[in-house]
Nanobody, 125 residues
Framework: EVQLQASGGGLVQAGGSLRLSCVAS????????IGWFRQAPGKEREGVSC????????YYADSVKGRFTISSDYAKNTVYLQMNSLKPEDTAVYYC??????????????????WGQGTLVTVSS
């Protein structure tokens, strides 16, 4: 059974930083992807950043390029999202998700099958 545990959210002032962690169990990195997604009130869930374990490629939404960095620790089966220069518009519930069909390269939520619980990120102005 695949389980994803996200943590690291919190309240931060604009310009600050947070690091989210996603610990995966029952899921081996390789030929698949893990991604970070977010959903703000009244908005659709969107892909923020994803990593493809088949070739190491990463995806970033335009809104976070240059500010967010996704990374992975194979030994800990953990994926991180380092978020710098946070803005109020980054406020959302952040979810990590995994897919095992090789379709995660585009970081589209519909292609991800396994979801963790969300962690709330609130950025104050």
């Amino acid at each position: 059974e695949v389980q994803l545990q996200a943590s690291g959210g919190g309240l931060v002032q604009a310009g600050g930083s947070l690091r989210l962690s996603c610990v995966a169990s029952g899921f081996t990195f390789g030929g698949n992807s893990i991604g970070w997604f977010r959903q703000a009130p009244g908005k659709e869930r969107e892909g923020v950043s994803c990593i493809d374990f088949d070739d190491g490629d990463t995806y970033y939404a335009d809104s976070v390029k240059g500010r967010f960095t996704i990374s992975s620790d194979y030994a800990k089966n953990t994926v991180y999202l380092q978020m710098n220069s946070l803005k109020p518009e980054d406020t959302a519930v952040y979810y990590c998700a995994a897919e095992d069909d090789g379709l995660g390269y585009d970081c589209e939520p519909r292609n991800y099958d396994f979801w963790g619980q969300g962690t709330l990120v609130t950025v104050s102005s």
